[in-house]
């Protein structure tokens, strides 16, 4: 059974940087793809990065795209959300979640597709 935690998150100001951890324990992850979603308060969960099991593709929504970047460390069992000229509207609990089973491209954008999740971490930027 996969376990993941997430950290690094906190306080700060617009235009500041955070990187997210996420780190399974229980399993490797070297076959999982992995993702991060986030909710505001008051508003649906939604869809952030996601990376193949081989980080040979990524994909962004929209929002964050040029501002940040998911990696991961498969040796580590450990997947990063490096997050850059963060914006108030980036504030919210960031979760981390895995996926069995092959990359399926644009779909990973889905939360039903994913097969586990973390608890998550808080992010808030003031402005």
């Known amino acids: 059974q996969v376990q993941l935690v997430e950290s690094g998150g906190g306080s700060v100001q617009a235009g500041g940087s955070l990187r997210l951890s996420c780190v399974a324990s229980?399993?490797?992850?070297?076959?999982?793809?992995m993702g991060w979603f986030r909710q505001a308060p008051g508003k649906e969960r939604e869809f952030v990065a996601a990376i193949s099991r081989a980080a040979t593709s990524t994909l962004y929504a929209d929002s964050v795209k040029g501002r940040f970047t998911i990696s991961r460390d498969n040796a580590k069992a450990t997947v990063y959300l490096q997050m850059t000229s963060l914006k108030p509207e980036d504030t919210g609990v960031y979760y981390c979640?895995?996926?069995?089973?092959?990359?399926?491209?644009?779909?990973?954008?889905?939360?039903?597709?994913?097969?586990?999740w973390g608890q998550g971490t808080q992010v808030t930027v003031s402005s």
């Open positions: 229980g399993r490797t992850i070297s076959n999982y793809a």
């Open positions: 979640a895995f996926r069995r089973g092959l990359w399926l491209g644009d779909r990973q954008k889905e939360q039903r597709v994913y097969d586990g």
